[in-house]
């Protein structure tokens, strides 16, 4: 019986709902059948969002096992606690807008986003430094191609050195978009395989933990 | 060398355009070249769904992009919908609506509902976007005020994706949204659609800007500094560019040394 709710019934309510919404999609299908298909569709937002609520739960219950066992970072573990709680009871107390939220979002939220961002500026500096060396003839194509869309970016140069800009949207509409759509199909196929099997039954990433 | 001398170096060096205001020439691309004439092209007085999808985190790169847009479209008197497809990117609306409002001051006369309207969080990724543009009021039958979408002048006759003809996806993201919004949107609906996008998302969208599947793109600050520039707002992007420009020419120098330095250690 426990085989049959965590396995069978989800392979049939995911067929059920793929072949819907995929018909639906393709055909032009009798009203009834594309109401059931957007309401299939409607309750993808309303999952979603019950993921972000699971989440929020989740992330709660392991950093408060973190605190109570006392492992490695349960100071930060506090933090976490205490930032997620206030945030959510002033949002749900006082509304999205009110200006307790607002000084959490603009004050404290925006600037630590903005400076974790930042420091992507230094961590590429020395990713240049470390990466981008000469070893073989592939590295140095590449090396090439990299140096010339990197330059294309910075206005300075593309002014001084004539032609740059050409190139660099040469390389753009040529060589990369080549490769690109070749990426873009191999995907597409890849994703309708992926779809068929998942529709079907045999593709079990979904159930992960489960056999 | 030590990395340390690396950040050192990086910060003296973006820092110097902040300290010495500098004019550099700005060539315009041809994907910014697009994008202009695809604004243009939008009739005054069209409504224009507009994806706020940038965070305080990209907001400087591409918030300029995003202001001077929304300028641009309420100057023709375009009415905007706004939403967003994150959740941290619901107070950008209102954020990116007063960034406007500070480049042409003369439009604060603009009225919430009548000239613009927040939609809010549209959740579910691509397949959320497909529920909402089947059916807009019946997965959000409410603006981010809680007021009912019947009762929004701007919203009435907005049903489904169909009924909006130009679409603006700002997305401070390198993760899929720009596809997305081609696939469930323009490929179902056939409408149209400006980007404005990371710069490493440059490469995943030229193949649709070459098709025309999408109509243009501001990439990165330069993107959106060439915009400024072409739209005579001079912003933030411009000086960010400079910034951009004198770190690149930085990077350059650093990969010069790091191959001497591999060379000098195989010797």
């Known amino acids: 019986m426990m085989s049959f709710y965590k396995s069978t019934l989800p392979k049939w309510i995911l067929f059920i709902c793929g072949i819907v919404v995929l018909i639906a999609s393709i055909f032009v299908v009798p009203e009834p059948l594309k109401n059931v298909s957007n309401e299939i569709q409607h309750f993808t937002s309303i999952l979603t969002s019950f993921a972000i609520c699971l989440g929020a ?58 400076a974790i961002y930042s420091i992507l500026f230094f961590q590429v500096g020395t990713a240049v430094y470390r990466t981008f060396i000469v070893k073989n003839p592939t590295a140095t194509v590449l090396l090439i191609f990299a140096c010339l869309t990197i330059l294309g970016g910075a206005p300075a140069i593309t002014c001084t050195i004539p032609g740059l800009t050409a190139l660099n949207d040469w390389i753009l509409a040529v060589p990369q978009m080549s490769g690109s759509r070749g990426i873009m199909i191999g995907l597409g196929v890849g994703i309708i395989g992926i779809s068929v099997r998942t529709i079907l039954g045999r593709e079990k990433a979904y159930q992960m933990g489960e056999e | 060398m030590d990395k340390r001398y690396i950040y050192v170096l990086l910060f003296v060096v973006g820092s110097i355009p902040f300290f010495v205001p500098m004019v550099l020439p700005l060539p315009i691309t041809e994907m910014t070249s697009k994008y202009n004439d695809f604004i243009e092209s939008i009739p005054d007085g069209s409504i224009v769904a ?27 008197d375009c009415r905007i919908v706004f939403f967003t497809m994150s959740a941290s990117g619901v107070p950008m609306i209102d954020f990116n609506v007063q ?19 927040d939609l809010g969080f549209v959740s579910g990724d691509e397949s959320g976007l497909a529920a909402f543009l089947t059916n807009i009021p019946g997965v959000l039958p409410t603006d981010s005020n809680g007021t009912p979408l019947e009762d929004i002048p701007i919203m009435k006759g907005i049903k489904t994706g169909g009924d909006i003809k130009y679409v603006i996806n700002a997305a401070g993201s390198v993760s899929s949204p720009p596809l997305y919004f081609q696939r469930q949107w323009v490929a179902k609906y056939g409408v149209k659609l400006g980007l404005i996008a990371v710069k490493s998302t440059g490469p995943q969208v030229t193949p649709f800007i070459e098709a025309g599947e999408m109509q243009g793109a ?50």
């Open chain 1, 57 to 114: 739960v989740s992330l709660g219950i392991n950093n408060v096992k973190r605190t109570v066992k006392k492992q490695s970072g349960w100071c930060y573990s506090i933090v976490l606690l205490i930032s997620l709680i206030a945030t959510i009871g002033i949002g749900i107390s006082l509304g999205r807008k009110s200006a307790n939220f607002m000084w959490i979002y603009n004050y404290l939220y925006m600037p630590l986003q903005a």
């Open chain 2, 218 to 267: 501001l990439i990165g600050t330069g993107g959106c500094a060439e915009y400024e520039a072409l739209t005579q707002k001079p912003g933030p992007a411009l000086s960010l560019t400079n910034a951009g420009s004198i770190t690149i020419i930085f990077l350059m120098l650093l990969m010069v040394a790091s191959n001497i330095n591999y060379y000098r250690g195989r010797k």
């Open chain 2, 50 to 76: 507009f994806n706020v999808q940038i965070y305080r985190s990209t907001w400087p790169m591409l918030g300029s992009g995003s202001a001077v847009t929304t300028t641009r479209l309420f100057e023709k």
């Open chain 2, 99 to 117: 960034e406007a409002f500070k480049i042409n001051p003369k439009l604060s006369d603009k009225v919430y509902g009548a000239d613009w309207v």
